[in-house]
């Protein structure tokens, strides 16, 4: 999700003019409706994002202020809001400036968080950026039934790429309103390319000559396998075992470096070992993986543990495992990236420069459904080219680098602090028999949890979706308000009566999907404040104090990033996490269940993930037992 807020006061101050920014992290899911259409035929009328009312915008931000500052600090904020948007001062004339800047993109906010976020951040993509998900567990534990799994998945996701090139993948509707299909024709094919101070993405198959080849990783060891006959047609399933069976048998050699490990690091220390390696079987090698339409990496199991949902596969998924085990058997750079282990976990991981979680999502339902399809076996009766192992010249000074990359991957894995809350007392059935919003009600429970833990509110979003506009991707709600902190306040306070306790709930609940609609609708209070800075710094006017004040550093230092991805497999992703921020969240809503997936870093040693997943699922237990004891009128 959104990896901004702790970031974005050093950032602003350095921003380069857009370069190499083309297109926009886990986000809230919005009910679709599928419709046969040409996909892209509905992009053409897809309306611009707008630039709100700056007086709207400045009165949200005030609202979402109040709840989270002392009282002297919030009227002082005030008072800086209300000179900066008077008539004719600067706000107004930063505000003219973005209109101007708006009417020359597709989408304005997706280029802004393009900006700041995905190309430049320069934390490791690992943990911090990309998006993983980990899908059910298949029924095999041995090599023949991994190899078989893994042909399943490339036909599968071959048979998605033709309804992506073809144009017949399902067009998808919010409430009648097309939704922008943009990322899903950059989700192959693509990569993100380390740069010194920013990175760039090329997508290889808007490009000529469109690669016909995927990219496998077996043993930190890279191999390109042709995946179309000359004729255009796919291998078949038994064909593609042939060629893994194949890589698995010729991999022997136990001194090659790995080099996949180098896409752990930092952006700025693995951009300097990328552009050391100008040796042209590395340029060779290099340029085979970033073309290929996706990497597989064929992985060891790590140890496991017993429960439903078990830890490791998360973590599997997300970084490997440790240089022990698979963190080099990736190239974490690669738009897409299927992971299949010997005991039959599985699941994605993706950068999310060219797509968010729900559109990643659909793509994971996609091939767990395909996986459950029977199968015809067809024999391999046409001779096929065997699978190209790719060199790399490593030299000392890379060495040390992939030494360097080692310590730090494990460093960071250590650092890592992933729970899961299986939660199976009530879903979205109980809740909308009560006429609460699943989504609302969890965002409610979130904050009591962290109010009960601390005895504050905090500042807290969610990641929504903007895809109703051109080029639409993820923006951002401010989730603490004012009577969802009153609501929190209340809750466990014996003076107050439990249907003053519904009303606040139901109060915080409603304004909360007000919001989401606001947003949604294009009204983002967080894109739109940062972009009047950015427009102060870009035409180097004096700074003014709305943002220099105390209360701007607040608002965007929050405690909690949540996403909603709802899968309909039974999948579940992991939300990225900040080490300088507070938890990361991403639930999914089910009938009669919810899945939470919590994370955060060890370097704040005062977070822990077990304590507050215990504490949520308190939260929401406590939350049925108030509305089961203070029963509304229907």
Known sequence: MLRIFSRIMVKLGKLNPPDQVRSYQLVKPVRVILISDRYLNQQKGLPRVPVPPLRKTCEGYLSALEPIIEEDEWKRAKQLVEAFMKRGGVGEELQRSL?????????????????????????????????????????????????????????????????????????????????????????????????????????????????????????????????????????????????????????????????????????????????????????????????????????????????????????????????????ANRWFDKSLQIIVAEDGSWGLNLIHIVADGTVSMALTDYLVASMKKPEMRQASILPLPMPQKLHFHVTPDIKEIIEQAKRSMDRNIQNFDLSVLVFDHFGKNYLKAHNMSPDAFIQMAIQLAYYRMNKQVCASYEAVSQRMFRRGRVSLLLSTTSVSAAFVKAFDDPQKQNTEKIDLLEKAIKTHKENIKAVIGGHDIVAHIIALRLQAVENKLPMPDIFRDISYKKILNYQFAASQVTSNTGSVGVHQVDENSGYSLCYSVHNSHFIIEMATSNTHKRLNTRHLIQNMKDALLDMRALLEQAPRAT
């Open 99 to 327: 209109e101007r800047k708006a009417c020359n993109t597709d989408n304005w906010t997706t280029d802004l968080w393009g900006k700041l976020e995905y190309f430049g951040n320069r934390s490791p993509v690992v943990i911090n950026a990309n998006v993983p998900i980990a899908c059910p567990r298949l029924d095999f534990r041995d090599k023949q039934g991994q190899i078989r799994c893994a042909a399943k998945l490339i036909i599968a996701l071959l048979e998605f790429k033709t309804t992506i090139e073809n144009e017949t993948l399902p067009a998808e509707n919010l409430g009648g309103k097309p939704l922008c299909m943009e990322q899903y024709s950059q989700l192959l094919s693509t990569c993100r390319i380390p740069g010194l101070e920013r990175d760039s993405v090329v997508f290889h198959a808007k490009i000529g000559n469109p690669p016909k080849h995927i990219t496998v990783a077996y043993n930190s060891q890279f191999f390109v396998v042709e995946v179309y006959h000359n004729d255009g047609t796919p291998l078949t399933v038994d064909q593609l075992c042939v060629q893994m069976e194949s890589i698995c048998t010729s991999t022997s050699e136990t001194n090659t470096e790995p080099v996949g490990i180098l896409t752990t690091l930092d952006r700025d220390s693995w951009s300097k070992a990328y552009l050391s390696m100008k040796d042209q079987t590395n340029k060779e090698s290099l340029s085979a993986i970033e073309r290929s339409i996706f990497t597989l990496c064929l992985d060891r199991a790590i140890p496991r543990e017993s429960d439903k949902y078990v830890t490791c596969d998360f973590h599997l998924i997300t970084h490997g495992g440790g240089s022990q085990w698979n963190s």
